[in-house]
């Protein structure tokens, strides 16, 4: 594995840690990525990347690599929100003019390869059992490839990027704070012989499905219902899952019904609370799930794994290169990420919700349904390259009304009104 000392060691090489990695090693710096599972493997996963993330694939010279993949282009957008319907795509952005869900056996197989590529020393089938201290500074981990002895390797900072059950977190007692209880759960599988595209639709019985293309001419199909149908769903997956389709949209419940064949088992996954976890302390650092975990209604996990992991790796950049004391670059990477991800997050965790809409987005949405300008731009919005006050502000508000014909006495100015 060459020599014992890194500039970083970063535990975890999926979405948010493989560009950690890569970014790092292409500035020059000595690092090493380690993950407990070898690669192509799938995990858990909604696949969904917002015109944001694909950006930042686009910088790093690996979209190509996702399209080469034969991912399917997908550029319509069916969001369907209790009745109010939004059909259409944002604009394109920096030649982005699609969206592509990649199987996780694809994205992360290519994201890992880039950081090996970069320079970045990657062990697979790694097991990392603990943390190096020097004091109350983290200074390395401890762990074991395969059955092998357990090893020891040091670095300037370690990075958790181990998911929301993150042993780095555990380890260094990192504090959750801004907790929102999870509000349901997913069940996912991929299905042949259905020709839908992208579809994001809610109903009126707390129950959404979506579904959209990806690898290997197969539709993920996932539904998401709250908690407190979780026993019953359980009892018979196969007919609940049906139900949800039936009950949100009948006549694409016939056609899955007719025409769907389930290739593959189905995929649980009762996820955790919304929360952020303090992302930094002394030589030590959190990303993607590890540090801040959202409901997965909205699909912007990988998106903000690719956003935080680029931010982390600038302010480590600095913190090795002297520009600036580490702890105030990773200090400033936690506030950063906090700021930038808060409207994001309120917005999740109130649509994870999957109940009415409170009264400001309602008559929101429903005017920007009546024009294909306004729905675009409310699809850029939710896919990251649209700016809220452009449609938020005041003014763009009173244009947003005025376009719609939405009369006077109801029109709502205020998200809490």
């Known amino acids: 594995m060459g020599d014992l000392v890194y500039d970083v060691i970063v535990v975890g090489a999926r979405c948010a840690g493989s560009p950690v990695a890569m970014l790092l090693a292409r500035q020059g710096h000595r ?20 015109q944001a993330g694909l950006l930042k694939l686009q910088e790093w010279g690996l979209l190509d690599e996702i399209i080469a993949a034969k991912t399917p282009a997908l550029r319509k ?34 994201l890992v390869n880039a950081a090996r590529r970069a320079g970045a020393e990657v062990v697979e089938g790694f097991t990392m059992t603990d943390l190096v201290f020097d004091g109350d500074r983290v200074v390395g981990i401890r762990g074991r490839e395969g059955d092998g002895v357990e090893r020891e390797f040091r670095a300037t900072v370690v990075v958790g990027a181990d998911g929301f059950h993150s042993t780095v977190a555990k380890k260094v007692g990192a504090p959750l704070y801004n907790v929102r209880p999870a509000a349901g759960f997913i069940y996912y599988s991929y299905y042949s012989g259905l020709d839908w595209g992208l579809h994001h639709k809610n109903g009126f019985n707390e129950q959404w499905f979506g579904a959209w293309p990806t690898n290997d001419d197969l539709t993920m199909l996932a539904v998401i219902c709250t908690r407190r149908q979780l026993k019953e769903f359980r009892q018979d997956v196969e007919t609940r899952f049906q139900a ?5 949209q009948p006549e694409m419940g016939a056609q899955l019904r007719d025409q769907g064949r389930r290739e593959e088992d189905f ?72 700021e930038e991800s808060a409207g994001v997050y309120d917005y999740t965790t109130m649509l994870g919700e999957l109940t009415e809409l409170p009264p400001f987005f309602r008559v929101t949405m429903d005017a920007m349904s009546k024009s294909q300008e306004w729905t675009n731009k ?32 109801q029109r709502i100015y205020d998200p809490a009104g």
């Open 31 to 50: 690092i090493l990525m380690v993950d407990r599972s070898s690669f192509p493997s799938d995990t858990v996963s909604t696949h969904y990347i917002h």
């Open 378 to 409: 409310m699809l850029g919005l939710i896919g990251g390259i649209v700016e809220g006050h452009e449609i938020y502000a005041p003014e763009a508000l009173e244009r947003l009304y005025d376009d719609a014909g939405v009369p006077q006495d």
């Open 267 to 338: 995929k649980p996954m009762r996820y955790p609370d919304n929360y952020y976890r303090r992302a930094y302390g002394p030589g030590w650092a959190l990303v993607g799930d590890a540090g801040y975990h959202k409901d997965p209604y909205t699909g912007w996990g990988i998106t903000d794994a690719f956003l935080h992991g680029e931010l982390l790796a600038d302010r480590i950049h600095q913190g090795l290169a002297g520009e600036r004391p580490m702890e105030e670059a990773l200090a400033e990477y936690n506030k950063v990420r906090d």
């Open 244 to 248: 949800v389709f039936d009950d949100v």
């Open 77 to 110: 957008m069916h969001y369907w929100y209790r009745g109010v319907q939004l059909n259409g795509f944002a604009d394109p952005v920096g030649g982005i003019d699609a969206v592509y869900c990649p199987r996780r056996t694809v994205l992360d197989e290519i």
